[in-house]
């Protein structure tokens, strides 16, 4: 499986090849993936023929579309039995691809389908990687009914917390920018918000952009909604997030998933507003996709539009993110492990 194989490494999967052969493999992977490894004229039969069974770390256990076959999910299956997912968008201006961290998540955010089934395992670097390539290689062999034929955009906002599988993930951006040469003012790390690994981000070299899941702008009502606030309370993340703007020069942007009689009052607004504009943030507003093991409901429109509205009166740059492929289970907070094996 090449893909969990160092790209520098490559040469020691095909010990009887010619070097050059990592050399073309490597072109294959990082800079033009392709599904199909017979479109691989260059490399000798053998070595065709070993990729067609091992090419991806997983196999694709479900594949479905939505919102007019401009977003697809997958379900990808690692063979320990891991199950991964990721979500790929078409826009006129763009293709985002949201990608998954860890399979399953510690930190047991209370709305969200992934926290609510707790965490099985941190995903190698490989297996991030593998799921820009998949799509890569989908866009280029297949595509999607709408935007670009090549992923412009990346977001670790699928299965679990990119800052507490650090390493990994950090050595996925590396490969991602360097190898795959993808922008990293493409990428954005989506975060609950812990502080060691948004200090380490903002010492590494590439500008990616941050965004902090916020959802709460009190510590009481943050503890109750994402449970890590009690270890890095409010005052820190937005010290941790000014910290990135400051040595990155990258706006943050804040996410706030808007959860009907939860966080969805005036009074939160007026609070967020004033971090957001000490932080010069950009506010992603999302109103909240219901899931399994939680009643909790969106918030509802008309409160949608006065919470927004109040911040716009204050100033505050934001937007309403749009719910795609919420029909498939794809939406923000949807995603999470093993679906297919419990039903
Ligand atoms: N662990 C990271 C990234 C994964 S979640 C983080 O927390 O940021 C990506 C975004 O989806 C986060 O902002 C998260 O709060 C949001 N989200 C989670 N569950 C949701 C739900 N049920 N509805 C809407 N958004 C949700």
Not at 14 to 41: C, D, G, H, I, V
Not at 180 to 193: A, F
Not at 203 to 223: F, G, K, M, Q, T
Request: charged share 20%; aromatic share 6%; glycine share 6%.
């Amino acid at each position: 499986m090449p893909y969990l194989t160092a790209p520098s490494d490559l040469a020691q999967l095909f010990p009887s090849e010619e070097p050059y052969r990592a050399k073309q493999l490597y072109q294959w992977l990082y800079r033009k993936p392709t599904l199909n490894p017979a479109m691989m004229t260059d490399l000798p039969p053998e070595m065709r023929e070993a990729l067609t069974s091992n090419l991806w770390p997983f196999e694709v256990e479900v594949e479905q579309t939505a919102d007019q076959g401009s977003t697809i999910k997958w379900l990808f299956r690692a063979p320990d039995g891991a199950a991964i997912e990721a979500v790929l968008m078409g826009y006129p201006e763009r293709t985002t691809l949201c990608i998954s961290s860890q399979v399953g998540c510690a930190l047991a955010c209370s709305f969200c389908a992934t926290g609510q089934f707790g965490f099985e395992r941190h995903l190698q670097a490989g297996e991030i990687v593998a799921q820009v390539a998949y799509a890569q290689a989908f866009l280029r062999d297949v595509g999607l009914s709408v935007g670009p034929d090549h992923v412009t955009n990346i977001v670790f906002m699928g299965m679990g917390e990119p800052l507490a599988n650090y390493d990994r993930v950090r050595e996925a951006i590396r490969r991602i920018v360097e190898e795959m040469e993808m922008s990293p003012r493409r990428l954005t790390v989506s975060t609950v918000g812990l502080v060691p690994g948004m200090l380490r981000l903002a010492d590494e070299p590439w500008p990616v952009n941050l965004a902090v899941s916020l959802h709460a702008a009190d510590d009481e009502l943050r503890n109750s909604l994402v449970p890590i606030n009690r270890r890095y309370p409010l005052a820190d993340v937005e010290a941790a997030a000014a910290n990135y703007f400051d040595r990155k020069g990258r706006r943050v942007s804040i996410e706030w998933t808007l959860i009907d009689n939860a966080n969805d009052t005036i009074g939160q607004a007026d609070k967020l507003a004033e971090i957001a504009l000490r932080l010069g943030a950009h506010v992603n507003v999302i109103p909240l996709n219901a899931t399994p093991l939680s009643s909790d409901q969106p918030s509802r429109k008309p409160h949608i539009r006065a919470f927004v509205r109040r911040l716009r009166s204050l100033d505050v740059n934001v937007t309403i993110r749009d719910t795609r492929g919420a029909e498939i289970d794809a939406a923000c907070g949807q995603l999470r492990a093993g679906r297919a094996s419990i039903s």
